[in-house]
């Protein structure tokens, strides 16, 4: 039955900005700021810069390469900005998706919005439904387990914030839904665990086949009758709820209850990082790597795969929960620099990885995907055993980070490429960018020419 996409293509149709409750446009506001940082920091990796390089040899264009101070066209825009998002592990997510829809969705809205002249409250708007649409994909599938989320039900997240930018009635937001639905790609978990980068690029293709579908609705190209149905209830997934589509649908908003990370590694780490805080926390001397034997990271199934001692490159080291531990307890720090190049060389953050065992402890998965549990044991050399356990990681509905530490995390980030010239109008700009005629007026202000070209 696929009555409920026509519920789902008139919600997005008929749904404005005035419909919109408090708490869904401020937390869209601060998902905009949120990947506009996370973007702007991920311009500063080498591949990236390399890769804007070749896809704009020549700058010129409607849509900015945030930053990088140059625009090209929208589609190499979307591409390049969820791409630079996606790198340094920095940007939201949905829990109960399993996912992150942001940084689909918001690529594609500035690239669109940009070349349209489209207002704020526009942009917005259709920000807050394609993460509306995308996450509750994510919760009505069970994606395959060999497959990464990145890449997948975000197209169709994209395609429907283009879809919305363009005004499209309820007849063309279905046809968007049921053309993009086809249009995601086949992903591999494995790319993560492997240190395969290619996997950053995964939401920034989202983005750009999202401004890609939406062309081809306009082109008159078409979809099946229930391209979400096929797709998620016969290829990629082992169920497909389609009533999740609609349960709450206007009174319950995903992005509402999103997730916004500070450590900069996979969220499958981070409770483990929190234990780990609070037994540091918890010793007035804090905790001396030299004084530690060994370390037994227990969490739920997902998280207890990340498990490789010698990660080869940043991502590996990302979803590597030895490197994690070791570089955040000997760096005092889980954030950017502690996931340099240099850390992942570092002989002694290496050695400390050994030390750290991860096992699954099936009653912690049983949790999933309501929390993210983790225990940590550590065992000092004199015997000592310290141990600390959390349901929920810091960041989630259920624990949120307060608007000053967000605060700080969007000006760490762009600190890497803008100064704060820069980075402070962008960052008022992003909580008022529903009062703006275009949001042209905001991103005219990435049009800096960057501080720094990274290097390894």
């Known amino acids: ?22 708490p869904a446009v401020e937390r869209t506001r601060r998902v905009i700021a949120d990947s506009v940082a996370a973007m702007v920091a991920g311009a500063a990796e080498p591949e990236v810069i390399a890769l804007t390089k070749r896809l704009v040899p020549v700058p010129g264009g409607a849509a900015s390469v945030i930053g990088a101070g140059i625009r090209t066209e929208p589609g190499k825009a ?19 998706s399993r996912g992150h829809p942001g940084i689909h969705c918001v690529p594609a809205a500035l690239a669109w919005g940009e070349a349209h002249g489209s207002s704020g409250a526009d942009v917005l708007t259709a920000i807050a439904l394609g993460y509306e649409i995308g996450a509750r ?33 309820a007849a063309a937001v279905r046809e968007t839904i049921n053309v993009a639905s086809t249009l995601g790609l086949a992903t591999s978990r494995q790319t993560m665990l492997q240190g395969g980068t290619v996997r950053n690029s995964f939401a920034g293709i989202s983005g750009q086949m999202g401004l890609l579908a939406w062309d081809m609705v306009e082109s008159g190209f078409t979809g099946e009758a229930d391209g979400l149905g096929t797709i998620w209830g ?41 234990a780990l805080a609070m037994i540091v926390g918890q010793r007035p001397q804090g905790l001396a790597p030299e004084d530690v034997a060994k370390v037994r990271v227990e969490t739920y199934s997902l998280a207890a795969q990340l498990s490789d001692r010698s990660p080869k490159n940043t991502l590996a080291g990302k979803f590597s929960l030895p490197f994690s531990v070791a570089t955040t307890l000997i760096n005092a720090s889980s954030g950017v620099m502690s996931f340099t190049w240099d850390k992942i060389r570092d002989a002694r953050i290496q050695a400390f990885a050994d030390k750290v065992e991860v096992v699954e402890d099936p ?8 929390y993210r549990p983790a225990r940590v044991i550590v065992e000092l050399v004199d015997g000592t055993v310290l141990t600390a356990e959390t349901k929920t990681n810091r960041g989630d509905t259920e624990d949120p980070y307060d608007d000053a530490e967000l605060d700080r995390k969007f000006f760490e980030l762009t600190g890497r490429v803008w100064p704060e010239a820069t980075a402070r109008p962008v960052y008022e700009g992003c909580f008022a960018i529903d009062t703006l005629a275009d949001v042209n007026a905001l991103t005219a202000r990435f049009a800096v020419e960057p501080l720094m070209q990274a290097g390894e």
């Open 234 to 274: 016969t290829v990629v997934s082992t169920a497909w709820r389609p009533q999740e589509m609609t349960r709450e649908l206007g009174s319950r908003w995903e992005i509402a209850r999103n997730y916004f990370k500070r450590h900069a590694c996979c969220r499958y780490n981070h409770g483990a990082l929190d």
């Open 78 to 96: 979307a591409l390049l900005n969820g791409t630079a998002g996606t790198f340094l592990e920095q940007d939201e997510g949905n829990q109960f």
């Open 363 to 370: 009653a912690l998965t049983a949790l999933m995907p309501d």
């Open 1 to 22: 039955m696929s009555n409920y996409l026509d519920t789902v293509a008139s919600f997005v149709a008929d749904t404005t900005f005035g419909a919109l409750p408090p």
């Open 137 to 169: 994909i994510g919760i009505s599938a069970s994606i395959l387990p060999t497959m990464h989320p990145h890449g997948t039900w975000g197209t169709v997240g994209a395609a429907v914030t283009v879809a919305k930018l363009a005004g499209a009635d």
